[in-house]
Every structure is written in C-alpha cells, then in structure tokens.
C-alpha cells in the first residue's frame, strides 16, 4: 500500500545506485525479528526484501514510480518529503542511504542536523537508529576529480557538501551530535570503500589495536575494486593504507555507519509545524493507525536486541560476508556469517554451512567455506614489500620475495599476498587468481612512477623478463593478451609521472639525435675534402706519371717472383 504523506515527486526517478549490497545486507539481518521498521531513503531491493522477511517494514521514499516499485513487491510504502514525516513512529529506523536523498523539491530542504532530528523523532522510546554518514574528508573524496559543491547529476539540487555546517567531520562529533538528540551511541564502525556499498566495515579500536596491516590492505583492495579503470587524482590504494597504518583510518575513511539507541523513557509527543499540520490535514492517517500516545510502552514492544556487531565485517570478491573478531588467545580469526544466495534464498549469518560458495566471479571450482574462515593473515602485504624493496635499490631482497611469491602463490596478486616471516599467505582466499601477477606488477612499477633497479628498462615486456628472471623462472613466457591486463585506478598523478617519464626520454633521445646529427656533420665534411683531394691529384701530369710508375714497378715485381719459382 502507497500513503502519500506530502511532498512526493510524481514523475521522478533516483538517478544513482541505493545503498546495498552483502555487507549492508548482514549488518540489517543483525536486527532482532518481528519489530517495524522503517527504511529511510533509496535501499537496494534485495536489502529490503532481507529484512522484510523478518520484520514489519514500511519505507519512506520521495519518488513515487519508485513507490510503485516498492508496492508492486508488497511493501508498504509512504511516498513523500522527510518533514512531513511527523506522527508515525518505530521500533528501528534504517537510514543506511543517508539522510542526503529524503527531501524533495516539493517542501522544504532539511540540512544533515535537521534530518536527524526528523529521523530521531520517528523511534519509540527504546528504539534504535542505523544510520550511514558520508565523511566528506574521506579519501574517496580526495581522490575524486569531480567536486561534491557540483552538481553531478539530476538529482543534485542541493550540493552542499562540506559547507553544510551541522554535518560531523569525525567520528568523536558524530557520537556528541548523536548524544546531543539523546541517542546513545551503540557501535560505530568506519567504513570503505563508499557509503552507499561498503564492502569493509570496522571499529575504530580494530584500526588502533587490532590487526592494522591487515585491515589496511583489505581497505587498500576495497578502493581499488571500486575506482578500477576510473579517473582519479592519485592512486586511492596507497593513500588508503597509508592512512590507515597512521593511525587516520577513521578519520579518513569513506564514512561511518552507527548504531544508537534512544532512551527508554518516553517523551513528549512533539507538536507538529503549522506547514505540517496543514499537510497532515489534506492528508489524514486512517482511524486504525495509532497515535503516537497509543503506541505500546517499552515494556510491551519486542526486546531490541540486535546481535551484537563485530570489530570488524568484511566482503570478499565473491559476495561471502566475513566477521573478524579475536579468539580467546588474542589472536585474530575470521568466520563466514554470510554469503551470495544459493538456490533462491539468502544465507544467514550462523547457519552458514554450505561448502558451495560459488560465484561468477571466481575463476576456477567452488571454493570451500571453510578456506575463508581461520587466523587472519599477521604480516606486510607483498606489494608494499616489493615496491620498498625496489625503491631502496634492494636487490636481494627483491630476489628473494620474487622467488618465495613464484614458488608458493604463483597465481596471487601481489596485492593479495601477505609475508608472514618466510611465509607467503593469501590475504583473500575468494579472490580470483590473476593471468600473469608478474606482468602486474611491471605495470605498477611503470604506471605508479615507482624508482627501480632497472631504470633503463621502460617497457612492461621486457621488465616483466626481468622480474622473471628475478625470480628464478624461465625466459619464454606466455605474452598477456590484449584485455587481460587487471583494472587499476586511472591516476592522475601517475599521470604526471609518466609525463616526467616521458619527459626525460624525450630529453635523452633530443640529445643523443642532436649528438649524432653533430657527428654526422663532421664526418661528411671530412669526406667532401677527401673527393676534393682526390679530385685534384687525380687531374695531375704528376700523379699520372707516377700512377704508371707504380703499375711499371708491380709487373717487375710479379716477373721478379715468377722466376725466382
């Protein structure tokens, strides 16, 4: 069923992805069953027919085709502006899309501080909110080529951006902000790499505390996932790890998705505004809805106990959701809690045993649940060894990595390989295995403007012999085909490397054409005075004479030699 509440946009459509995917999807199955719920914003539909399954879920969206949607799945549906959202209230309130897609044009346009107030005043006493914030300092940010203030789509009426004052920049605001409406502060995580399709999720104690080289590189291959073969000012990878090994994770990741929990004690019911009691008017609720007065007291709702949030929620390439967690040891293990439908129906975190995790993105059999879960990987990732080796000009070093990655992991990425003393594990076992992971590398070196012992050397065939040889493989190997080189982030400033690359190439070759065109030039005014001389003698009663006292001279000689025999 639609209720149109006011403000709905009869002929418009989201432009841009819902929130969604594996990760969002395990976060929301955590919620406890049979309470209501009400999903704020654009969702992605598998998302909302997860939860659905389990709970009593109305959503709240402004574009009424996508009401129609939602409708024809049996999903009750309020279609209308965020302010007009007044009387109602729930036991959860999802907002993993954030609060920047729930007003339209047709009311007024309510900033991130207003929305939460909004979104607060929809919880029962006790009632919890999961909600999703963009860091606007995030590193998908600062890589981004485009501005956020612009308008990049229809949809973008209101870019505020950064210059929306209410909005928190860290995750310490976020939680004071949170407090400041009277929502305790549950679980906060920071996440990558977007807001709208995470695919890691973790607390900022994890990213202090826990296993940071780890951590780094999953979040590292989550922003390389999601800008391959996209422009970029720099390569997000090495910011992203960077950043999260100084101890910045949080503050510099792609946003942050809280839980918070209102208090228990019920409040006043708020006065609607004069423009929403006139709304209200023209639109009035049915005589079986409560009011907010009538709703049960705490005691008598559902108990709102969620299981509880790991330090940390990962999805691998194949759409398997991981948590990671320490084991009574203190060492770090991951477990499946979840993973792609198989036959028709989503998994559910505990009762995960299928041994069938397969997907189309796996290059090769089905992969064994149990080859995910496990101690997680203590160590350096490969790449980040390789290129300091190759930096420092470390040649046994590099011999020696090269050697150890060939021989243990020849079909790893060196981004998905972490040292552990002489050890080489795979950092995701659900990763695909890559054509040539050598020739990869050539390529980071050469696109990346990474210094190396070979600088002579340019060309992404001829390093990569090198890098075989290196390791102690054979010369002849099979070439890469056109397409089969992995999707990188498109870097502008590997760009400027390349130019200054380029640059001093050029500069070289200038010299060495301006050398020879010199040498060029002396060798043929040295040879024009050789035919002038030629010429000259050649002309010469002299020269003639002598020229046949020559040839007088040789006969007697060669008469001289015949008859000495």
């Given at each position: 069923m639609i209720r149109l509440i006011g403000g709905e946009m009869p002929t418009w459509t989201e432009d841009q992805p819902a929130a969604g995917g594996a990760l969002l999807r395990s976060v929301v199955e955590?919620?406890?069953p049979d309470v209501e719920v009400l999903i704020a914003g654009p969702h992605d539909e598998a998302l909302i027919e997860a939860l659905a399954g389990r709970a009593s879920v109305t959503c709240l969206v402004r574009s009424q085709p996508d009401a129609g949607v939602l409708d024809a799945k049996g999903i009750e549906v309020l279609c209308g502006s965020l302010p007009k959202l007044d009387r109602e209230r729930w036991d959860v309130v999802?907002?993993?899309?954030?609060?920047?897609?729930?007003?339209?044009?047709?009311?007024?346009?309510?900033?991130?501080a207003e929305s939460l107030a909004v979104l607060k005043r929809a919880l029962r006493p006790g009632g919890m909110l999961l909600l999703t914030v963009e860091n606007e300092l995030g590193v998908h940010r600062l890589v981004d080529p485009l501005t956020d203030t612009a308008p990049q789509g229809d949809g973008g009426w209101q870019p505020t951006g950064e210059f929306d004052p209410s909005r928190p920049g860290t995750p310490t605001r976020l939680t004071a902000r949170l407090a400041a409406e009277g929502l305790t502060t549950d679980w906060l995580g920071a996440l990558w790499p977007t807001p709208a399709a995470p695919t890691l999720l973790t607390t900022p104690a994890a990213l202090t505390d826990g296993p940071v080289d780890a951590l780094a590189a999953f979040a590292a291959a989550a922003l390389g996932a999601a800008?391959?073969?996209?422009?970029a000012l720099s390569d997000p990878r090495r910011l992203t790890a960077t950043a999260v090994r100084a101890g910045l994770g949080s503050e510099l990741a792609a946003g942050w998705l809280i839980t918070a929990r209102l208090s228990a004690q019920p409040s006043p019911s708020p006065q609607p505004s004069p423009s929403t009691q006139s709304s209200l008017s023209t639109q009035p609720l049915p005589s079986t809805q409560p009011l907010p007065s009538e709703q049960p007291l705490p005691s008598e709702q559902p108990s709102l106990s969620p299981r509880p949030m790991p330090p940390a929620l990962l999805s691998t390439a194949t759409g398997?959701?991981?948590e990671v967690a320490p084991d009574p040891d203190g060492a770090w293990v991951r477990r499946v809690v979840g993973g792609p439908p198989l036959g028709g129906s989503a998994l559910d975190?505990?009762?995960?045993?299928?041994?069938?995790?397969?997907?189309?993105?796996?290059?090769?059999?089905?992969?064994?649940?149990?080859?995910?879960?496990?101690?997680?990987?203590v160590g350096r990732l490969l790449e980040e060894l390789l290129l300091g080796a190759s930096l420092r000009g470390d040649l046994p070093e590099l011999r020696r990595l090269l050697a150890g990655w060939m021989a243990a992991l020849p079909g790893a990425g060196a981004d998905n390989v972490v040292v552990e003393h002489d050890a080489f594990v795979l950092l995701d076992p659900a990763a695909p295995e890559v054509a040539d992971p050598l020739r990869r590398?050539?390529?980071?070196?050469?696109?990346?403007?990474?210094?190396?012992?070979?600088?002579?050397?340019?060309?992404?065939?001829?390093?990569?012999?090198?890098?075989?040889?290196?390791a102690g493989l054979p010369g002849d190997y099979p070439a890469v085909m056109d397409g089969e080189d992995p999707p990188v982030p498109d870097s502008r400033r590997e760009h400027e490397e390349q130019l200054r690359a380029l640059r001093r190439e050029l500069e070289t070759a200038v010299s060495r054409a301006d050398f020879y065109e010199k040498l060029l030039t002396k060798r043929e005014k040295e040879l024009q005075k050789a035919r002038r001389q030629i010429a000259t003698f050649g002309d010469?009663?002299?020269?003639?004479?002598?020229?046949?006292?020559?040839?007088?001279?040789?006969?007697?000689?060669?008469?001289?030699?015949?008859?000495?025999?």
């Open positions: 955590r919620l406890p999802v907002a993993l899309d954030g609060v920047g897609r729930l007003c339209s044009v047709e009311g007024p346009q309510l900033g991130w800008y391959a073969r996209k422009s398997v959701v991981l975190g505990p009762e995960l045993d299928s041994p069938e995790l397969d997907s189309p993105a796996l290059a090769g059999p089905a992969l064994d649940s149990s080859a995910l879960e496990g101690p997680l990987p590398f050539a390529d980071t070196l050469l696109t990346g403007g990474y210094a190396n012992p070979w600088p002579a050397y340019t060309d992404p065939a001829t390093l990569t012999a090198i890098l075989r040889g290196a010469k009663v002299g020269y003639r004479v002598v020229k046949l006292g020559y040839g007088v001279a040789r006969k007697a000689r060669n008469s001289l030699r015949k008859g000495n025999k």
